[in-house]
């Protein structure tokens, strides 16, 4: 069986970054707006009074601390709380390409790469800023790539998903070199007018080189010893925006047109589900949960990483076996659990063990088991 290897990684960070005092502060304004708005059905019992948002309720409901954001006047301006995006002509490079190449141009130099050796690129992320032409040809044609490419979307395990499908182009040798891009530009699809969310999500791109162990250059290679998808319907977190909302005449800034999920619900069915996914592909492979040196884990929640992790090895594991990135990034969708292989890889030696797993909508839950080689 041809052996296919993780050869480079890129991360695409945003210029500006929200911390949670600056997010507090404009929630809080705005809610004021709307309570001043509304006094006289609020005094009628017609509509409930906004509650303010507070550092100490993000904090321990999350753990994170801050995000880095395309836009940040237009996300902190009480009377707008959305990102403020230029819109770009046809032939101008879009947005989503533009962070995803130089996330790619990063992996791509690290894997010793340029954008004429890959063959299949891979555009993989929770939402697209178009219905067509695909992002990831557009991607293909900014790096001067060859072969073909495209998008798809699993919500938050979008980039494992990828992965999966770029290891068995690889292996079934339609592809040699495949790239996978991540921009994820969650801030345009977070309701930041919710307290209940509005503090989740932040921006980044990511990007991994996928090839042939036999083609490879670069120095540092991860084999892939093994990927695991599943699916589970679940209403629990969903966005209802699409192309057919204009054929509804429904409000387009109706609720329901952003991310919008019940936490508490996803927590209690996800980490059962997740857990049990990543032992039973360990299992599969003749892997004990122990053996493996570090799981690069989705990064949504604080207490649900920390809970998926005792399941797994028994006791309270710390950033060595599991580190943790959402503090500084916030969930960032399916590239989380990338950011994390991207920063904390490089301490690990030949032979160890390693494991990829992002959990999300759908619900979704993607695995990948490498090794670090010699």
């Known amino acids: 069986m041809t052996r296919v290897v993780i050869t480079g990684t890129g991360l695409y960070r945003p210029p500006h970054v929200i ?25 009628a019992g017609e509509v409930e009074a906004m509650v303010g948002s507070s550092v100490e309720f993000i904090e321990k409901a999350s753990g994170i601390k ?13 009377t707008r709380m959305k990102p403020r995006i230029a819109p770009r002509a046809d032939e101008d490079l879009s947005l989503m390409a533009e962070i995803a190449v130089d996330a790619a141009k990063q992996a791509l130099a690290q894997a010793g790469r340029s954008g004429a050796d890959v ?16 992002m990831a040809v557009e991607i293909q044609q900014a790096l001067g790539a060859q072969g073909y490419g495209f998008d798809m ?15 068995n182009a ?3 040798g339609t592809a040699r070199c495949a ?16 307290r209940d969310c509005h503090f989740i999500f932040g921006d980044v791109c990511t990007a991994i080189v996928i ?33 057919l909302n204009r054929c509804e005449d429904t409000d387009p800034d109706a609720r329901d047109k952003t991310f919008r999920q019940e936490g508490r619900k996803v927590f209690k069915e996800v980490v059962p589900l997740a857990s049990a996914h990543i032992e039973g592909h360990l299992g599969g492979l003749g892997i004990e949960t122990t053996q493996v040196r570090r799981y690069w884990l989705h990064q949504a929640n604080l207490g649900m990483n920390l809970l998926v992790m005792k399941r797994l090895v028994g006791t309270e ?18 590239a989380g659990s990338i950011i994390a292989f991207h920063q904390h890889r490089s301490d690990l030696k030949a032979g160890d063990l390693g494991l990829i797993c992002s959990f999300g909508a759908g619900y979704s839950v993607g695995s990948v088991v490498v090794r670090k080689c010699a």
């Open 317 to 334: 594991a710390g950033p060595d076996v599991a580190p943790l990135i959402l503090d500084e990034y916030a969930n960032t969708a399916s």
């Open 19 to 43: 911390s949670n005092a600056e997010l507090v502060e404009a929630f809080n304004a705005y809610a004021a707006l709307q309570n001043q708005k509304n006094a006289a059905r609020i005094a």
């Open 170 to 172: 690889v292996r079934a």
């Open 153 to 167: 979307n699993v919500a938050c395990s979008s980039a494992t998903f990828a992965i999966e499908q770029a290891v």
């Open 119 to 134: 063959d299949a690129v891979f555009c993989a992320a929770a939402n697209m800023q178009r219905a067509y032409p695909a």
């Open 211 to 243: 090839e042939r162990d036999d083609d490879a250059v670069a120095s540092e290679r991860w084999e892939v010893l093994g990927t695991k998808l599943a699916t589970q319907f679940s209403n629990h977190i969903r966005n209802n925006a699409g192309f």
């Open 66 to 78: 801050q995000r880095y954001v395309i836009d940040k006047s237009g996300v902190l301006d009480p």
């Open 179 to 194: 790239l996978i891009v991540n921009p994820e530009i969650t801030s345009a699809h977070l309701e930041w007018r919710d």
